[in-house]
């Protein structure tokens, strides 16, 4: 275990996976370094301090609330004159990689803060009566009540059963649809208890759950943002840049999986096509094939931690100014190239 270089009154949200994170992005000094969710700056302070005074810290935070631990963050590490960039990270990251912006070492540790989750103005908890919010932006248009309110009963289903995976989306969709207009987080807890079957109340875990980690998703379009992210993380990164991407649920960790793998393998030609068309080079080469996934030790000490899965992925390939995806002379999926008369053939078929 590497020594925790933050004292543990200084941040009430205790970074996960730190360790793995600090050993697998390897920051050196005179390195960049982006961390894509700033939080309460936990993982920041660690990678700041790998950078030993020399180098570059972008943070990016949609949540206005960071800012206090952004300062602290500042007063501690001012030789590296770090910035922080408030808004939506994909919009961010899309604005950098578009002005040339490079960055050695790309973290994004999604979901929400202890911060936020605890904080009950914030309506993020089920666990006790708030405003039903959840934007993690509160500036942001649409809030959980809203979207409630607001969707149609098919909308609401679909989002319950897709984000949140809940068997008894279409029972609580209805119900909701008939109780509204719903303000309070406890009105929402009452209307899930009362629209699933009785012994589903007992089962695994709270039984609003999964029908509030859905509502936070679809309000901070958690999952659109992450696909936008990723292609604009890589592009930012060098020939050896390194990205990690924590992930909380098996929808955000399938995109950063099935991104990752299609970076790593280039081609992306459908298995039928005899001759490669696209010509594709790998982009990016993981680090390992499963995520890695906190210790025993480290759920025992912080169980929000339990859900946590890490993939770091290394940049093998960049020649500045070009997209991330582009045709290339040199195919490496190990079929041979078509020739351009054929590839205009299979082109005009698919
Ligand atoms: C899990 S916390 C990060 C904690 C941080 N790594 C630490 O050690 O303190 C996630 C943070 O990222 C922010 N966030 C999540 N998704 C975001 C997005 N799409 N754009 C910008 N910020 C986001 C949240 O507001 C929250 O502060």
């Not at 030993?52 to 602290?72: H, K, L």
């Not at 509204?180 to 406890?186: A, D, F, I």
């Not at 990723?230 to 990205?243: F, Q, Y």
């Not at 909380?248 to 960790?253: G, I, V």
């Amino acid at each position: 275990m590497l020594p925790s270089i933050l004292p543990p009154s200084a941040t009430d949200h205790v970074p996960v996976l730190a360790d793995d994170v600090r050993r697998l992005l390897e920051v050196r000094p005179g390195e960049s370094v982006v961390d894509c969710t700033f939080g309460a700056g936990g993982h920041a302070a660690l990678l700041a301090a790998d950078l030993q005074g020399r180098g570059r810290f972008i943070a990016i935070d949609r949540d206005p609330s960071v800012r206090t631990y952004f300062e602290s963050f500042k007063r501690r590490f001012g030789s590296l004159q770090p910035r922080l960039l408030r808004g939506e990270l994909s919009l961010v990251l899309e604005q950098l990689a578009a002005n040339d912006v490079q960055a050695d070492a790309i973290l994004l540790d999604l979901g929400v803060s202890s911060m936020q989750l605890d904080r009950p103005e914030r309506g993020f908890s089920y666990a006790v009566d708030a405003p039903l919010d959840m934007r993690m932006d509160p500036s942001a248009d649409m809030s959980a009540a809203d979207l409630v309110n607001e969707a149609s009963e098919k909308e609401l289903a679909q989002i319950f059963r897709r984000y949140g995976e809940e068997r008894y989306a279409k029972q609580i969709a209805r119900a909701v649809v008939r109780v509204r207009p719903l303000s309070r987080t406890s009105a929402l807890v009452d209307v899930i208890r009362a629209a699933i079957p009785a012994p589903a109340r007992f089962g695994e875990g709270h039984p609003a759950k999964r029908v509030f980690q859905a509502l936070r998703i679809a309000v901070n379009d958690e999952l659109g943002s992450l696909e936008h992210a990723l292609p604009a993380a890589v592009e930012m990164l060098p020939s050896g840049g390194r990205l990690a991407v924590i992930s909380f649920h098996s929808l955000e960790d399938r995109i950063v999986k099935t991104f990752m793998r299609d970076a790593e393998r280039g081609c992306t030609c459908p298995p039928d096509f005899p001759v490669c068309v696209c010509g594709n080079e790998p982009v990016m080469r993981a680090v390992s094939r499963k995520p890695i996934r906190p210790s025993a030790e480290e759920v025992a000490d912080n169980p929000r931690a339990a859900s946590a899965r890490l993939r770091v992925a290394v940049k093998v390939w960049w020649r500045a100014g070009l997209p991330l995806r582009r045709v290339s002379k040199r195919p490496s999926c190990g079929r041979a190239r078509a020739p351009s008369c054929v590839r205009s053939i299979l082109f005009a078929a698919a």
